[in-house]
C-alpha cells in the first residue's frame, strides 16, 4: 500500500522521506481546516495575548504597591497605593473577561474544525470504491471517526489552550522578571537549563510510549468491534473463549503500557517541582542578601519570588499537551491518510448524460484483477442485448460476482471498457448509472429505520402507494402487513426484526422501486426457502420483462427463468445457450442440472 493509506500508527517502520511526507499531509490537512476560520484565530490571538500581560503584571503592581505606596501612605499619602489597587483590580477582572472571551472562541473554532473534519472523513470514506473498503476494515473505520477525532477534540478543546497560554504566560513572565531585576532573571535563566534537559528526557521517552499507547487502545476498539459485528460467527463457533484471550491480551498490553507512562510522569512532575523550588531558594537567598545591602527592594523580592514561581506553573500542564499534541497527531497522520485515498472508481472529469437507458450491456476485451495482481478475468468479451435475462453459474471463484461487480461499476476493468448503450460506464454520469444499474447481493443490509423507509432507498421520492405497490410486485406485502406496525415497522440494526428472507424480500422491493434499465441479482435468493423463492420467482418473470437481468444463482431452479445461461470457469465463459439447449448438451450446465436434479429426489 502506498504511503497515502499508512495508518500512522508505528511510524518506526518508515523511511525518513515517508515520514516527511506523512507530516506535510498532516500539515495540509490541519492547515485546509484552519483556512476557513483564519480570522478567528488570529482574534483569539490577540486576544490572550492582552489577557496574559493583564495577569502577568499582578506581582509587579504588588511590588510598587509596597515599596511606593507604603511609604507614601505614611506620609498621609494615599494615591499611590489606592491607585496600585485600582489598577490592580482592573487588570484582573480585565484578564478574566478576556480569557472567558478567548474560551468561548477557541471553543467555537474547535467546534466548527472538527465538525468540518468528521463531515470529511464521512463524506470521502462513503464515496471510496468497494476495493478499499473490503481491505480497510469496519473497525478501523470506526476508529477513525471515534478515538481518533476525539484526540483532535480534546487537542482542540484544552491542548491548544494550555500550549498559548502556558507559553505566553512564561515568556510574559520572564520578560518581566527581567524588568523588574535583572540578577533575579539571571536566576531563573540559568534554571532553564536542567528544565530543558528534564524536558528533553520526558520528550524522547513519551514519544515512544504514547505512540505504544495509541495502539494498544485502537488495537482495542477494533477487536471490539469486529467481535461485536461478527456476533453470530462467535455465536455460532462457540468463539468467546477464543475471544476472551485475544482481548484480555490487548487489555494486558493496555494496562502496561500505559503503567509506564504513569511512571514517567512520576519522575518528571518532581523533577519541574524540584527545579521549581531551588529557583526559588537561590532568587530568595541572592535577593535577601541584596535587600540587606539596599541594593533591592523588598517589593521587588517579594515580585520576583513570584514571577519565579509562577514560571514553573504551566510546566506540567504542558506536559499533559504534549501527550494531547502526540495523540492527534498521530490521529492526524491516520485520518489524513484516509482522506488521501483515491477513489479507484473516480467520478469522470466530463460525465456522459444517459437519460433513459435501454439496458445493453457490453464487455469489450476487458480484464480485471485485483492490487494482488491475480487475474480474475482474462481477456473478456460479452455482448448482453437490452431486456435479456441472463443466468450465470459456475463453480466458487469462477469470476461471476466479479463480472456483476464490473457491470454495477463497483470496480473498473484493469483493461479494455464495460459499456451500458454503448457508452463507457467510467464515462458515465455517476447519477445515470445509478439510476440505470442497480444490484443486489446476498446480504440484503437494512439500515435503521421503519420499513418503508428501507424500500424507499431505491426511490426517496416514492409515494406510500408505490412503496406498498413494489413489495406486492415480490411477495413482501403479507408479511410486512403483518408486523406489529406494517409498513411503519422499525427493523432496528441489521434488520432484527425480520427473517433473513424477509430482510432480502425487502431488498427485492427496494431494488424494483428503483426501476432500472438493468438488474443484477448476486445470489440474491439464496436466503429465500422454496416457497418464497416461487414467489419471487413469480414476480421476477413479471418484473424483468422489458429490463436486461443478470442472475448469479446457484440454485439452478432459478435459472429457469433467463433467456440465456453463461457457465463460467476460470473467468471465461465456457458455455453460452437458452437453459434447454445447455440441459439436452452434455456440458457442464447439464451435468450441473442433473446433479440437482437427483438432489431432489
Known amino acids: 500500500m502506498s504511503v497515502t493509506g499508512v495508518e500512522g500508527e508505528d511510524r518506526s517502520n518508515f523511511t525518513a522521506a515517508e515520514s516527511k511526507q506523512i507530516r506535510g499531509r498532516s500539515l495540509r490537512l490541519l492547515g485546509s481546516l484552519l483556512r476557513p476560520v483564519r480570522w478567528p484565530v488570529v482574534a483569539a490571538m490577540l486576544i490572550v495575548v492582552v489577557s496574559t500581560a493583564a495577569q502577568v503584571a499582578g506581582p509587579a503592581l504588588i511590588a510598587y504597591g509596597i515599596d511606593q505606596g507604603l511609604p507614601a501612605l505614611m506620609e498621609q499619602d494615599w494615591v499611590p497605593l489606592a491607585a496600585t489597587g485600582v489598577v490592580y483590580l482592573a487588570t484582573g477582572v480585565l484578564g478574566a473577561l478576556l480569557i472567558a472571551w478567548y474560551t468561548i472562541m477557541s471553543a467555537r473554532i474547535s467546534q466548527a474544525v472538527l465538525i468540518d473534519l468528521r463531515k470529511r472523513v464521512f463524506l470521502h470514506t462513503q464515496r471510496l470504491s468497494l476495493e478499499f473498503h473490503e481491505s480497510y476494515t469496519s473497525g478501523r473505520i470506526i476508529s477513525r471517526q471515534t478515538s481518533d477525532l476525539d484526540a483532535i477534540r480534546e487537542l482542540l478543546d484544552s491542548g491548544i489552550n494550555q500550549l498559548v497560554q502556558g507559553l505566553l504566560y512564561m515568556v510574559f513572565t520572564a520578560i518581566a522578571l527581567f524588568l523588574l531585576d535583572g540578577t533575579s532573571g539571571l536566576v531563573l535563566l540559568a534554571s532553564i537549563v536542567p528544565l530543558a534537559l528534564l524536558t528533553r528526557w520526558f520528550q524522547v521517552r513519551s514519544q515512544t510510549l504514547f505512540r505504544r499507547s495509541r495502539t494498544a487502545s485502537a488495537s482495542l476498539i477494533v477487536q471490539f468491534v469486529e467481535t461485536m459485528t461478527g456476533i453470530r460467527a462467535v455465536k455460532a463457533f462457540r468463539a468467546e473463549k477464543r475471544n476472551e484471550k485475544v482481548f484480555g491480551e490487548l487489555v ?14 512520576g519522575i518528571f512532575d518532581p ?69 488521501e485515498e483515491l477513489p479507484g472508481v ?143 415497522t422499525d427493523v432496528n440494526k441489521r434488520g432484527g426484526r425480520v427473517s433473513a428472507g424477509q430482510r432480502q424480500l425487502i431488498s427485492f422491493a427496494r431494488a424494483f422501486l428503483a426501476d432500472p434499465a438493468v438488474l443484477i441479482l448476486d445470489e440474491a435468493t439464496s436466503s429465500l426457502d422454496i416457497p418464497s423463492e416461487r414467489l419471487v420467482q413469480q414476480a421476477l418473470q413479471t418484473l424483468l420483462g422489458g429490463r436486461t437481468a443478470v442472475i448469479i444463482a446457484h440454485r439452478l431452479s432459478t435459472v429457469a427463468i433467463a433467456d440465456r445461461v453463461l457457465v463460467m470457469e476460470h473467468g471465461r465463459i465456457v458455455e453460452d445457450g437458452t437453459p434447454d439447449q445447455l440441459i439436452a448438451g452434455t456440458g457442464r450446465f447439464a451435468q450441473l442440472h442433473a446433479a440437482w436434479r437427483d438432489s431432489l429426489v
Open 252 to 265: 494486558e498490553d493496555y494496562r502496561t503500557v500505559n503503567g509506564r507512562v504513569i511512571q514517567l510522569f
Open 346 to 488: 473516480p467520478d469522470p472529469v466530463a460525465p456522459v448524460d444517459l437519460w433513459a437507458a435501454k439496458g445493453a450491456v457490453s464487455f469489450e476485451s476487458v480484464q480485471f484483477e485485483y492490487q494482488s495482481d491475480r487475474v480474475i478475468l482474462p481477456r473478456f468479451d460479452l455482448s448482453i442485448p437490452a431486456g435479456q435475462t441472463i443466468a450465470l453459474v459456475g463453480s466458487t471463484g469462477a469470476g461471476k460476482s466479479t463480472l456483476a461487480k464490473l457491470m454495477a461499476r463497483f470496480y473498473d476493468p484493469s483493461q479494455g471498457r464495460v459499456t451500458l448503450d454503448g457508452v463507457d460506464l467510467r464515462d458515465l454520469h455517476p447519477k445515470d448509472l445509478r439510476r440505470a444499474i442497480v444490484m443486489v447481493t446476498q446480504e440484503a443490509y437494512l439500515f435503521s429505520g421503519s420499513v418503508a423507509d428501507n424500500i424507499s432507498i431505491g426511490k426517496p421520492d416514492a409515494t406510500p402507494a408505490e412503496i406498498v405497490a413494489a413489495a406486492k410486485a415480490v411477495g413482501a406485502h403479507d408479511f410486512i402487513a403483518g408486523l406489529p406496525n406494517g409498513y411503519d
Open 271 to 339: 523533577g519541574l517541582v524540584l527545579i521549581g523550588n531551588v529557583a526559588v531558594a537561590v532568587v530568595l537567598l541572592v535577593g535577601g542578601f541584596r535587600v540587606v545591602d539596599g541594593q533591592l527592594a523588598i517589593g521587588a523580592l517579594l515580585a520576583a519570588l513570584l514571577y519565579t514561581r509562577r514560571f514553573f506553573d504551566p510546566m506540567e500542564e504542558m506536559a499533559m499537551f504534549y501527550n494531547s499534541y502526540q495523540s492527534a497527531a498521530a490521529a492526524l497522520e491516520k485520518i489524513s491518510g484516509v482522506l
